[in-house]
């Protein structure tokens, strides 16, 4: 039975979690470090990918869903008078959206993810890709169900930047415990 709970979770990700996502990763059908490229990255860079997300979301903030229930039915009031000038509709066209876009930099889990990966300077989609996957695992480990993604998991009401963080951190020590290029994945096969 998977366990739920509402309890903080930054606590609950422990090496033996990280052990059964692990243990989840090779019992997968795909390889979990080859990403949308067919490329293999390395649990080094998708530990950095990760921690370049984590920073990411502490100097911007992290924000659980983004707010899609505004009305949009009313539309924009844009002043449509004849008499206003190009530059006056251009100005008023600009505040709007302005006004819509807002000066929040706040990003979800996803986003923030997505963002580092496009910015290429710590990652890039396929790593971006893979910490998701990653992230994936380590929820799966942790909840017991085999359908638990890291996405849903950020976006439940009770999730705070904390658990967030906690999540990330795992992955990146997951990454760089268990991906190519660390000393356990040099082991031979026994």
Known sequence: MPKTTNAPTAAVFTNPTLSKADELAADSYRPLWTGPS????????????LEATS???DKDGWIRTY????????????????????????????RVVRDEIGQD????????????????????????SIAADV?????????????ARATPWSERQHRTHAD??????????FS???????????????
Do not use: C
């Open 38 to 49: 067919g490329e293999e990255s390395s649990g080094e860079a998708v530990a950095r990918h």
């Open 67 to 94: 707010d899609h229930g505004k009305d949009w039915s009313n539309g924009a009031d844009l002043a449509d008078d004849d008499s206003m000038t190009v530059k006056a509709m251009l100005k008023s066209l600009l």
């Open 105 to 128: 930099p706040q990003r979800t889990l996803s986003t923030a993810l997505r963002h580092i990966g496009e910015a290429g300077g710590h990652g890039d989609t396929d790593t971006a």
């Open 176 to 190: 760089r415990t268990y991906g190519p290029g660390t000393a356990r994945a040099q082991e031979p096969a026994a």
């Open 55 to 57: 920073a990411l979301l």
């Open 164 to 173: 967030i963080t906690a999540l990330m951190a795992a992955g990146a020590r």
């Open 135 to 147: 992230m994936d695992l380590v929820i799966r480990a942790h909840t017991g169900s085999d359908t």
